[in-house]
């Protein structure tokens, strides 16, 4: 198992990107897909028409999003860690994946970098 770690930056405030990741219809807005989401403690979550699914740990509000990811019939739980911090005229993003099946790391990694955050990217320019 591996650990993927980025760092972003978002012409937003973290508030905005907060709702970005955790609204539905935002998500929908810049992922173009339905999305079951809810900025709840253990409450279950179904990104890219379920391509990403799992359950939200922990939430802190504008700040924070700890989640696990299911990957199939894995034991080992994989966490993803959100975390947002305000930096000038917008927000500096800390991303941190562990548990990433080795087989899969360079599709994730891509995926968090041209997917998720490059697609949030583009809806707030």
Known sequence: MKTIKQHHFINAMPEEVFTAITNP???ELWSG???EMQPLEETEFSIF????SGRNLSVIQNQK???EWYFGDNTIKSIVTITLKPS???T???????????SDVENIE???KSYYWGAI???FK
């Open 25 to 27: 219809l935002t998500i």
């Open 65 to 67: 999003l700890v989640q």
């Open 49 to 52: 028409e379920g391509e990403i």
């Open 92 to 102: 500096h993003v800390d991303l941190e994946h562990t548990n990433v099946p080795e």
């Open 121 to 123: 990217k583009k809806y």
């Open 33 to 35: 897909y339905p999305a």
């Open 110 to 112: 891509e995926g968090w």
């Open 88 to 90: 000038g005229k917008g």
